[in-house]
């Protein structure tokens, strides 16, 4: 890289997230250059589709006019504000009076914060906090899944059950626990129908409640469809089943929706598209497309009442971030919303899902695929080294990163958890770009499979 470039300067400064910092050192940066629509350029001039919607999260692509158009005008108007202390704002009370009607019946509060891991941080918070207030001090461990992701902060990284986020920093938290991830492909049995694979695990949770004491226990937390663990659709039966036995030990039940949620799945929200009916529903990414960091967190009356009665009895709710529900950030979610709603991006999601998904199940039988997977636009396509036996690659990461990396080559980003190759187009995508993207991949799976000889 020229001495003064961006990728210069980038290796010279910054730690990235989520990156081999050696690795990084040698390699250097991809620059990013500019975005419109689904695409992206970086500052060779190569062109990209994101197929990933960058972080999963860029539900209207990169050329919305409109939220550019509303963060202007808000930051205009009223450029910050903050909400401690009994202050409000009108673009914060909007966009809560709008989560609240459209998320499922029984949600009726919203709590902001910036990211995805500060809500699930907060979550255990206010769970924590009201299980004090109404004199259970000690019901305060969380129950995840394996392969799960919720973030990276203290306790949000704990809630997580991917190892590389425990590794190294003395994680997870003692009160936070793992059950199977539920995933029929991976874990089920040999012969056991989805039904059955989602009986035992319900089972396996209640065994876990009994066993740490359901006096101990105070919530259970789910992606509905887990996202960066490889896109895993949940078995058959799963949530109903899994949220009944939440019910009988007085266990809450926490949706992390941070990917799911505004579409994804085909439904305004992945509680509808699998039946859930949660006391706490997080979101964030495509709820301003990411154009500003937020997240919500829309939970039940009876967690803001046990909250507001502690608030009197313990003292005041100490939590809150500066920027907690930012006037621009809030201002950009209503705007995005509305936009969702319409030009019903949520049914584009379910259409352009339904190609999308049908192109990739033609790879179905190509030699390096074991499973094709997913719901609505979001799906994955995982590698194996032997189908039969669903042997993985060994090492686990390379042939999947491989993919990832042909894919540039065919002008398309896509995304490798291991090795499997997941898809979530921005909610905008069409149905010719769908089977481009999938068409696209197709290429870098046949460069792969033939630099592997088979
Ligand atoms: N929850 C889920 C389901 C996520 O996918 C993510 C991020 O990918 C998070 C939480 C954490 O969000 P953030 O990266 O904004 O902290």
Known sequence: ALPNSTAARDVAYLLHPYTNARAHERDGPIVIAKGEGIHLWDDAGNKYIEAMSGLWSVGLGFSEKRLVEAAYKQLQILPYSHTFTHKAHEPSVELAEMLVKMTPDGLDRVHFTNSGSEANDTVVKMVWFYNNAIGRPEKKKFISRLNGYHGITIASG????????HRGFDLPLPQMKHVTTPHHYRFAEEGETEEEFSTRLAEELEAKILEEGPETVAAFIGEPVIGAGGVLVPPAGYWPKVQAVCRKYDVLVVADEVINGFGRTGKMFACETYDIQPDVLVLSKQITSSYQPLAAIVFSDKIYQGIADGSEALGTFGHGFTTSGHPVATAVGVENIKIIQERDLVSNAAKVGDVMRGELAKYADHPLVGEVRGVGLIAACELVADKATKAKFDPVGKVGMSVFKAGHEHGVILRA??????????????????????????????????????
């Open 158 to 165: 704990s809630l997580t059950g991917l190892p590389a986020n």
């Open 417 to 454: 958890t291991g090795d499997s190759v997941c898809f979530c187009p921005p909610l905008i995508t069409t149905e010719e770009q769908a089977v481009d993207i999938v068409a696209r991949f197709g290429k870098a799976l046949e460069d792969v499979r033939k630099a592997l000889g088979r």
